[in-house]
């Protein structure tokens, strides 16, 4: 067999195996949106990309006057804020994100009375972290349209806290975290 000829069969093998895996890829995507649901997968957290900057409550480390630039930026991490995205793969927030997701997820159900009603929406809630780990904010700033729905976030993340207290990394005094809840029902 000449070199050619070995160069196409290698070829072809790549090709068939790339054009099953689409396959099965494909196939599996089709299975898991499309086929039968047991009903605990009626809902899912997604998150909401929201802007974070100055306005948001972060400090820059400006000399003051009186003080010097090392007093400012003391003050600075004894009093910062963040803004996060409860899914933000920002890898300083990771692990911590994902154990207050896990938190809130635990607590966090369809209200029977809004499956029943066939309500779907979805709505977006910010609340805060203090540096103990403890709630100090929750509202919910986007309304899915339906007081029970939304009421249900508010009430999956208040029933979640106490969370773990922020890393001393963070070097925040409190942590901004904003939630999109997604109702959906089953076809």
Same mark, same amino acid.
């Given at each position: ?11 072809? &093998?790549? +090709? ?29 957290? &997604? ?21 010097? +630039? ?5 003050? +600075?991490?004894?009093?910062? $804020?963040?803004? $996060?995205?409860?899914?933000? &793969? ?34 977006? $809630?910010?609340?805060? *972290? ?20 939304? +009421? ?24 901004? *975290? ?10």
């Amino acid at each position: 067999m000449n070199n050619m000829t070995a160069k196409q069969i290698f070829m072809t &093998t790549i +090709a068939i195996s790339l054009a099953a895996h689409i396959a099965v890829v494909v196939l599996v995507g089709f299975l898991v949106n499309n086929g039968p649901t047991d009903g605990e997968d009626a809902f899912s957290v &997604t998150l909401w990309n929201r802007p974070t900057g100055a306005d948001e409550g972060q400090n820059n480390q400006k000399e003051t006057e009186g003080g010097s +630039a090392q007093k400012a930026h003391t003050s +600075a991490k004894k009093d910062a $804020v963040d803004t $996060v995205n409860l899914d933000s &793969t920002d890898t300083k927030y990771f692990s911590y994100l994902l154990q207050v997701k896990e938190s809130i997820d635990d607590e966090w159900s369809y209200p029977d009375d809004a499956f029943t009603r066939g309500e779907v929406g979805s709505n977006v $809630v910010e609340f805060s *972290i203090a540096q103990e780990g403890t709630l100090a904010a929750c509202r919910a700033v986007v309304s899915s349209g339906h007081e029970s729905l939304d +009421a249900e976030s508010v009430r999956a993340v208040r029933a979640a806290a106490p969370f773990a207290p922020l890393s001393m990394e963070f070097e925040l005094a409190r942590l901004n *975290i904003v939630a999109k809840f997604r109702y959906t029902l089953a076809e």
